[in-house]
């Protein structure tokens, strides 16, 4: 009972996407990321250390999955992406974006030690991993409350 929704919807808010890779020997990987929706493609964060990132090198097919679920309200909606991703040098006006959807957007507030330390928004090392998905895949399941009549769309 698959119901679309336009994926914008769902790109723009502060979720947390799986991003799926495979390991050398064929296994599956997955791994938690923030992102940044922008030009058409999904920008996610990586450095050169990252197991993500060198998987990625190996075979550039990956799998990101975003989930927006709110039970009290009743919703879920699922945006699948599927393609190639590549990896970019740091771009630091997209990393500051994609900072801000889930800090704020005062960098004066951002938490220093985080950002020294995980973020790393000055690495030379930090890469971003980029993915202009080769299908986009929508399904609204946001009637296990109420039923379809009067899903959220």
Same mark, same amino acid.
């Given at each position: 009972?698959?119901?679309?929704?336009?994926?914008?919807?769902?790109?723009?808010?502060?979720?947390?996407?799986?991003?799926?890779?495979?390991?050398?020997?064929?296994?599956?990987?997955?791994?938690?990321?923030?992102?940044?929706?922008?030009?058409?493609?999904?920008?996610?964060?990586?450095?050169?250390?990252?197991?993500?990132?060198?998987?990625?090198?190996?075979?550039?097919?990956?799998?990101?999955?975003?989930?927006?679920?709110?039970?009290?309200? /009743?919703?879920?909606?699922?945006? /699948?992406?599927?393609?190639? &991703?590549?990896?970019?040098?740091?771009?630091?006006?997209?990393?500051?974006?994609?900072?801000?959807?889930?800090?704020?957007?005062?960098?004066?507030?951002?938490?220093?030690?985080?950002?020294?330390?995980?973020?790393?928004?000055?690495?030379?090392?930090?890469?971003?991993?980029?993915? &202009?998905?080769?299908?986009?895949?929508?399904?609204?399941?946001?009637?296990?409350?109420? /039923?379809?009549?009067? &899903?959220?769309?």
């Amino acid at each position: 009972m698959p119901r679309p929704f336009d994926p914008e919807d769902v790109l723009c808010l502060p979720l947390v996407a799986t991003l799926a890779t495979r390991a050398a020997d064929g296994a599956p990987r997955t791994a938690p990321v923030w992102f940044q929706w922008e030009a058409d493609a999904l920008f996610m964060l990586g450095d050169e250390g990252s197991s993500s990132l060198r998987r990625i090198e190996q075979d550039p097919r990956v799998a990101v999955d975003i989930i927006e679920y709110d039970n009290a309200r /009743g919703i879920m909606r699922h945006l /699948g992406l599927r393609g190639r &991703a590549s990896i970019e040098p740091m771009d630091a006006a997209v990393f500051r974006r994609l900072l801000s959807r889930y800090l704020g957007p005062d960098e004066h507030l951002w938490n220093p030690w985080f950002i020294d330390n995980v973020a790393k928004i000055s690495d030379p090392a930090g890469r971003l991993l980029c993915l &202009a998905p080769d299908s986009i895949f929508t399904n609204d399941v946001s009637f296990f409350r109420t /039923g379809p009549d009067l &899903a959220t769309t």
